[in-house]
Each structure stands twice: as C-alpha cells, then as structure tokens.
C-alpha cells in the first residue's frame, strides 16, 4: 500500500492530528540529524582530515543519499519498525499514543545533545513508541515480540561486531602498510578517511532514516483510521522530505558529540580514523542487508573503542566509555517510560 503526495496533502489539510504528528515526525528526524550523523564525521574531524564545516557538509549530503539510495534498494528495516509495536484498535487514541512517543524521543534527544552524550536516537525511538504501545494495549500485548527479536540481534551487532571489526580492520591496516614509510601514507589516509567517513555518513541516512520513515508511514495509516496495515511502499515524496529534512539537521551540525567522539574518547591517527570509519560502514550495510535495525551511534563508538584497544587498552579513555554506556543503558528504561507515561497524559487529555 503506498500514498501520492496529493492524497497525503489532502489528508493534511482536512486532519489536525496527521499535522500535529507530522510535525513530530520531521523534529525527531532533523534531531536525529544533528545529534547522531555527527558521529559519522568525528574521527575525520579529530585528525583535521577535513574541516568540521566540510565534514558537516558532506554528511548532510551523504546522509541524503542513504536515506533516498538504500530505501528503495531495501526497505526492511523500516518495515521491522512498522511492526514492532501494535497501534492497533482505535486509530484515534493510537494517533494520540504515537504524538506522546515522537515527543518523548525529542526531549531525549534534546537533552542528550545538550550535555554532548551521543545517545542513540534509533534506541530512543525503539523505546519511546514501545512504551507508549504499551500504555495503549494496557499491557505487553502492544509488543510484537518476533519483531523485538531482530532489535536484540541489532543491539548485539552494534556492540559486539562493532568492537571486533575496528580492532580487527586496524590490525589489517597494520600489517598492510607496515613497511611502508608513514609519512607517505599521510596523504592516502587523509583521503581515505574522507571517503570512508562519507561511507559512514551514507549508512547513517540508511539505517536512521528507514527507521523514522516507518514510523511516518504508521502515522499517515492511523490519522486515516487504517491501524491494521501490514504491507506498505514508501513513496519517493517521502524519501526526498525525510533525505532533506535528515540532511537539514546534520548541516546544523553536532560540535559537542564531535569532540566527544572523536576527541575525548581515543586520540585517533589518521590510518586509525579510517579503520574505524571502514569497519563502521561493513557492519552497518550487513545489519541494513538482514533488516536490523541498529544503533549507528553504537556501532561507530564502538568501532572507535576498538581501534583504539587494538594499540593498548590505556589507548582508550575509559571514564568516557563508562559516561556513554551509561547514557545507552539508560535510554530504553528511559525513554521507554518517558514515551508511557506521555502517551497516558496525552491520551487522558486528549
């Protein structure tokens, strides 16, 4: 099922709910731009590869092309989104419920971004429209837990592979270039990392933009009163407003995750940046590949972490680790809470 651009505008104008939603919709997108794109270019800033002013600029532009490119190349992950949660049974609380959860993940993500935590806004997400399925069905009857599954594997998959891949593309890289002399590598790797951040940039837009576009999708069928679609199209109306918007928000740029990314948490060399960027991208294409919806915040910071645990353990700067896992931790308990008791509220006032 799919909708044009005229029936979405006709459904806008004659539905207070729809812009209400919409409008929620856009916001955490563009959050989700300036707040978790900018770990797509941190470690390229942190070994000034590139200026953060170009660095943000190629991320808006990358992170356009892999919203647009890789949706409709494969849409799973935005379909797992779709059905993770059941909106089901009156679409007009459900369209309440849905309100609650897309503000909750906006003041999550505010606030993260405020004190320069690089919480993973695709967890948010997950969390906060959970929580508010849940006040909805009254119950755990508003998770679909074979969906849920493919969220744990993610989860998995960011952490674990992450940390693997980079330490193990570093020590490649290693052995690779170890007779030759460094400071003629200076120039590939200042290259490279560009190109490898932009590959985590163009990821990025896969990955975090699907995501949102499957809750926009969920949106439009609920203000139409439709809370039992299972199939749908993503038309390409939809995928240039999210690219644009996506890409609108990562130009507003992301200093503070920047710096404590790809400056607090490991001092990065230039063929560091690179391994960590490359391992980033292959385990964000295999996750987009299987429909795995996972965190890009936790994917790079992890690739990050192993890099730098690949030269020394001490290479790391744990106190930060610990400040970022924290933040992760918290942020399904969190925003999961924050998305029930909103969607309660919004539902007993509205």
């Known amino acids: 099922m799919t909708v044009s651009l005229t029936e979405f505008l006709s459904y806008l104008i004659s539905s207070p709910p729809l812009i209400i939603t919409t409008i929620l919709t856009l916001g955490v997108i563009m959050v989700n731009g300036w707040t978790d794109a900018p770990n797509a270019i941190a470690t390229c800033v942190s070994t000034r590869s590139i200026s953060p002013r170009a660095a943000i600029i190629m991320a808006a532009f990358f992170d356009f092309l892999g919203v647009f490119v890789m949706t409709k190349l494969n849409a799973r992950v935005a379909e797992t989104i779709f059905k993770m949660v059941d909106f089901g049974g009156d679409s007009s609380k459900a369209l309440v419920a849905l309100c609650a959860a897309l503000f909750a993940i906006v003041l999550w993500a505010t606030a993260a971004w405020w004190f320069g935590i690089p919480t993973s806004e695709s967890h948010a997400l997950i969390a906060g429209i959970s929580g508010a399925a849940i006040a909805l069905q009254k119950g755990l009857g508003g998770i679909n837990f074979n969906e849920w599954v493919n969220v744990l594997y993610g989860l998995i998959l960011s952490l674990a592979l992450g940390f693997a891949a980079g330490w193990t593309v570093v020590k490649l890289v290693e052995k690779i270039f170890r007779r030759v002399n460094r ?168």
């Open 183 to 350: 400071s003629k590598t200076f120039g590939f790797f200042k290259n490279a990392q560009v190109l490898s951040s932009a590959g985590m940039a163009f990821m990025h837009g896969a990955q975090d933009g699907q995501k949102f576009m499957g809750v926009f999708m969920l949106g439009m069928f609920l203000s139409r009163g439709q809370a039992q679609v299972t199939e749908f199209i993503i038309p390409n109306w939809m995928l240039i407003l999210c690219s644009a918007v996506m890409a609108t928000g990562t130009s507003i740029g992301g200093y503070r995750i920047i710096k404590a990314v790809g400056m607090d948490m490991v001092k990065l060399e230039k063929y560091q940046g690179f391994s960590a960027d490359l391992a980033g991208v292959i385990c964000l294409f295999i996750a987009s590949v299987f429909g795995l919806p996972v965190s890009t915040t936790h994917t790079k910071t992890t690739a990050i972490m192993g890099v730098g645990a690949a030269k020394r353990i001490s290479s790391v700067n744990w106190g930060v680790v610990k400040e970022m896992v924290t933040a992760w931790i918290l942020t399904f308990p969190g925003c999961g809470l924050i998305g029930f008791l909103m969607a309660l509220l919004f539902m007993n006032i509205f």
